[in-house]
């Protein structure tokens, strides 16, 4: 195993324990889309979901391209799929009472109540 490094472990995993974007990773398991579309969808501004975003591609879980409609986000398949699988198994092996998966569209109904909310850590 590689040297532990604080820093970079701590970015990685502040960006997955943020609500918003775990419903941005969510929303683009759908296929790339732009900001307006993800803003749209949470019910934030898009200059909220931008801040986001930069986060999410800071840490390499997304992937930022150009189509005709703007700036396109994308996820970076490489580096989320493998994490799923790894909670996954997780889940499977340790939290034996959340095997219920909620219905998408409560979930999505979720996760965008659950954008809105703030939430502060302190350091």
Request: glycine residues 6%; hydrophobic residues 40%; contains cysteine.
């Amino acid at each position: 195993m590689e040297k532990f490094c604080n820093e970079a472990y701590f970015r990685f995993f502040n960006a997955l324990a943020n609500r918003m974007n775990l419903a941005i990773i969510d929303l683009l398991m759908d296929g790339s889309k732009c900001i307006s579309d993800i803003a749209d969808f949470l019910g934030q501004e898009p200059a909220t979901v931008s801040r986001n975003l930069e986060q999410l591609q800071g840490c390499a879980l997304i992937h930022s391209g150009t189509s005709q409609r703007g700036k396109l986000y994308t996820l970076n398949k490489e580096i989320v799929v493998p994490l799923g699988e790894l909670l996954a198994f997780h889940a499977a092996k340790h939290c034996p009472g959340l095997r219920e998966c909620i219905p998408e569209a409560k979930l999505r109904e979720y996760l965008k109540k659950e954008a809105a909310k703030e939430t502060y850590i302190e350091h």
